[in-house]
C-alpha cells in the first residue's frame, strides 16, 4: 500500500527558512540543512524546500543552498521558486533536487511546464498553485500569493496535467499559517479534476487535520511547516498519532 | 571505485552521495572508466527513449554486456528498466535481461505512482540482506521480465510488479534506494557487499551463473 506523506516545508528567503502568516510577516527560523536534517531523523518523507522571496526578486534558488541540504538527505527533496526556463530547472535539479516546484513563471508561461516535463519527466515536475476562496469557487494567485490570475482553480489543474505536471502542490492562501486545518474544499474539488497525487498545504496544525486532508481521494501528501518549526509537534509526533487515527503512513524510519 | 554513468538525465549526484555516506567512492561517468569500475551504477529519472538514445551514443549495450559477468550493476528505476529490451515508454533497452517495460496499469489510482511503498523482498534474492521495507518511488512504468525467477522483490500499486530483479551480478530496483532512507541505505550497502566480495577476487574467473565471485 501507498503510504501517506508527511512533508515539512522549509520557506526560505536569503539563504534562512522563515515563516510568515497568510504569506507576510516572515520571520527568521534557521539554517535550512540543519532542519533538513533534523525533519529526516524524525521520520519525515520527503522535504519541500521554496525560496519564497526568489519570484518576485527575480531570482532563483541558491544552487549552493540546494547542495548542501541535498548532500546529507536520504529523502526526496523537491525545490521552488523563481524557477522560469528550462536552464533553471536543470541547475536545481543538478544541484541536488529530485524535483522542482513551478508556480508564478507557469502561469505567466504553461509551455514551461510541458517543456520541463519533456526535459526532466513529468515525475520532476511539481506543479505548485496556491489558491484563495472566490464567490463560490477558487482563485490561482501567483508571486506568494501577491498576484490576482485570470486562472480558476477547474481550469489551471486540468491544464497543468495535460502539460505533463507530475504532482500538485496544493496552497490554500486563506488557511496559511492560521492553524485551522487544510481546506479540504478546495483539496475535494482538485481530486475530482486531475488524477495527479495531490500534496495538501495550508493551515494544519493538528494530527486530525492531516488525517482529514489524507482521507480525501488522490491526496497522498500533507505538508506541514509552522507546528514543527514552533513546535508543539516533532515529525515523529504527528506520525505516532495519524497511526492511532488509522492513517497508512510510513512504520519505519 | 563505483561508477555512476551519467546519461544526461535527472539528479544523479544524489546518488553519488548517497554511496558516499556509506563511505563508498563513487564518481559520475559518461563511459570512461568502466574497466576499472569494481561497481556501477545505472541511475536514471525522466524519459526511457532519451535515456535510450544516450545508451547507445556512449556504447553502453556492448561494453556493459561485456562486463555484466564481472563487475556487480545496479539500475535504479529508469536505469532498472533500461536494464530490460524495450519498452513501451517508446525505445529499445540494453537488453542485459530478458523482458519488457509497460505502462503501470493502477485504475482510480494517482500516476505516476509516486511516495513510499511496502518492498517485500523474496527468500535467497538480492534484497535478501535489506529484508523487506518502504521504500520511494516515482514512476509510471514497470518491468515485465520474461523469466519471472528474476524478480527479487514486488511491491503494489493497483497492479504488483517488481520491485527488483537480480540475475547473477545485475540488479535493478525500480525504487530510489538514494532517497529511501534507513531501508534504502540498507539496500546500498547490500550491493556495496558485493562489489567488496568481487573486487576482492580481482574478477579471475567468470562464473556464468553469476552467484559468486571467487
Request: hydrophobic share 45%; charged share 20%; net charge neutral.
Amino acid at each position: 500500500m501507498l503510504k501517506r506523506r508527511i512533508i515539512p516545508c522549509l520557506d526560505v528567503a536569503a539563504d534562512v527558512v522563515v515563516k510568515g502568516v497568510r504569506f507576510a510577516d516572515l520571520r527568521l527560523l534557521g539554517d535550512p540543512a540543519e532542519l533538513a536534517h533534523r525533519y529526516e531523523d524524525q521520520g519525515a518523507d520527503e522535504i519541500v524546500l521554496l525560496d519564497i522571496t526568489a519570484s518576485r526578486e527575480g531570482r532563483t534558488p541558491n544552487p549552493l543552498v540546494v547542495e548542501r541540504v541535498a548532500r546529507r538527505l536520504g529523502i526526496p527533496l523537491t525545490v521552488g521558486g523563481g524557477l522560469r526556463d528550462a536552464a533553471a530547472i536543470g541547475a536545481v535539479l543538478a544541484a541536488g533536487a529530485d524535483k522542482v516546484s513551478l508556480n508564478s513563471p507557469a502561469l505567466r508561461r504553461p509551455g514551461l511546464v510541458a517543456e520541463a516535463s519533456r526535459r526532466f519527466g513529468a515525475q520532476a515536475v511539481v506543479l505548485a498553485v496556491d489558491v484563495r476562496r472566490e464567490g463560490g469557487g477558487y482563485r490561482v494567485y501567483a508571486a506568494g500569493g501577491s498576484l490576482r490570475t485570470p486562472w480558476l482553480l477547474d481550469a489551471w489543474l486540468p491544464t497543468a496535467q495535460s502539460l505533463g505536471a507530475g504532482e500538485i502542490l496544493l496552497t490554500s492562501i486563506d488557511r496559511d499559517g492560521t492553524r485551522q486545518g487544510y481546506d479540504l474544499e478546495a483539496l475535494r474539488l482538485a481530486s475530482g479534476l486531475v488524477s495527479l497525487p495531490i500534496i495538501a498545504s495550508g493551515g494544519a496544525a493538528l494530527p486530525r487535520h492531516l488525517a482529514e486532508a489524507l482521507a480525501v481521494p488522490g491526496v497522498t501528501g500533507a505538508l506541514l511547516a509552522g507546528v514543527l518549526h514552533d513546535g508543539p509537534w516533532t515529525v515523529g509526533a504527528m506520525r505516532q498519532e495519524l497511526r492511532s487515527l488509522g492513517v497508512d503512513v510510513r512504520a519505519a524510519v | 571505485m563505483i561508477a555512476v554513468l551519467d546519461l544526461g538525465i535527472g539528479n544523479l549526484q544524489s546518488v553519488v552521495w548517497a554511496f558516499e555516506r556509506l563511505g563508498a567512492l563513487a564518481r559520475l561517468s559518461r563511459g570512461e572508466g568502466l574497466d576499472e569500475a569494481e561497481g556501477i551504477v545505472l541511475p536514471g529519472v525522466g524519459h526511457f527513449g532519451a535515456a535510450a538514445e544516450r545508451a547507445a551514443q556512449l556504447g553502453l549495450a556492448p561494453r556493459l554486456r561485456g562486463l555484466a559477468h564481472e563487475v556487480p550493476l545496479l539500475g535504479i528505476c529508469l536505469g532498472m528498466q533500461l536494464l530490460f529490451e524495450r519498452s513501451e515508454e517508446g525505445g529499445e533497452g540494453l537488453a542485459l535481461l530478458p523482458g519488457d517495460v509497460v505502462r503501470l496499469a493502477a485504475p482510480g489510482l494517482p500516476l505516476p505512482h509516486t511516495g513510499w511503498n511496502d518492498v517485500e523482498a523474496l527468500p535467497g534474492g538480492f534484497l535478501q540482506g535489506a529484508g523487506d521495507g518502504e521504500a520511494y518511488f516515482v514512476h509510471g512504468y514497470v518491468a515485465q521480465p520474461r523469466n519471472p525467477a528474476i524478480v527479487a522483490a514486488w511491491t503494489s500499486y493497483g497492479e504488483r510488479f517488481p520491485a527488483a530483479v537480480s540475475q547473477g551480478r545485475v540488479h535493478g530496483v525500480q525504487f530510489h534506494p538514494e532517497r529511501s532512507g534507513a531501508y534504502g541505505r540498507a539496500v546500498l550497502l547490500r550491493f556495496l557487499e558485493e562489489v567488496a566480495q568481487c573486487s576482492r577476487s580481482s574478477r579471475p574467473s567468470i562464473s556464468r551463473e553469476g552467484t559468486s565471485c571467487a
